[in-house]
């Protein structure tokens, strides 16, 4: 069965103090691993979509990279307004473009 | 950012009642989904549809019915709402051509 983990649950940095969220996937012909941002009460917004392993796309202070099982969002010198919820999904060998999600990981960068 | 718009964006209804959930989008996207947002679950797909009145069921579709006459709106309806039906649900879109969807700002749905 396709399944998406997330790792941790929950993230508490200082401003300024890097690090990384994890995501595991098992996931049979990988398509595509996406991560997106969801504030409070809003919906997610898309970040990246990494195709291959050894992939990589950066945004600001995101960077995310792929390898055969897992996906890592890196975080560097976060700053407050980086605080929310994301999320990881992939996209299997379906052809109905259906995407297994992971249940998140809840950022919270302290001033 | 697709242009994808939910309605209501807050309900609350009594257990029993027939609800239903719009979906509009404005990007001409063909494929549409609906997802329901549950504390330890994560992002579920209920249906999704792959054009005009082409749907078919997600993994939790039971209690649920959907319908699309138009390219740009997508209706999920309860059908007769229970207290297990209280969720957030989002609506999200793409492109033939691409994989990552595209997510509306959600309703949060309440069954009291």
């Known amino acids: 069965e396709d399944q998406v983990t997330q790792s941790p649950e929950a993230l508490r940095l200082q401003e300024g103090e890097s690090s990384s969220l994890n995501c595991s996937y098992t996931?049979?012909?990988?398509?595509?691993l996406f991560w997106y941002r969801q504030d409070p009460g809003k919906g997610p917004e898309f970040l990246f979509t990494l195709y291959s392993a050894g992939e990589e796309k950066e945004k600001e202070r995101l960077k995310a990279t792929l390898t055969k099982k897992e996906s890592f969002l890196h975080i560097t010198a976060p700053k407050p307004e980086d605080s929310a919820t994301y999320l990881c999904?992939?996209?299997?060998?379906?052809?109905?473009?259906?995407?297994?999600f992971g249940q998140g990981t809840t950022l919270q960068v302290k001033p | 950012d697709a242009g994808i718009t939910q309605s209501p964006r807050h309900k609350v209804t009594e257990t029993g009642t027939p609800v239903t959930l719009r979906c509009h989008q404005t990007?001409?996207?063909?494929?549409m989904y609906w997802y329901r947002q549950d504390p330890g679950h994560g992002l579920r797909l209920i249906h999704y549809s792959y054009g005009v009145k082409d749907t078919d069921k997600g993994e939790v579709s039971d209690g649920y019915s959907v319908s699309r006459s138009k390219t740009e709106d997508f209706l999920l309806t309860l059908e007769s709402a229970t207290s297990s039906q209280t969720s957030v649900y989002f609506c999200?879109?793409?492109?033939?051509?691409?994989?990552?969807?595209?997510f509306g700002p959600g309703t949060r749905l309440t069954v009291t």
């Open positions: 990007e001409n996207h063909r494929y």
């Open positions: 999904a992939a996209h299997g060998s379906s052809n109905t473009g259906k995407l297994i």
């Open positions: 996931v049979s012909g990988l398509r595509g």
């Open positions: 999200a879109s793409k492109v033939t051509e691409a994989y990552e969807q595209y």
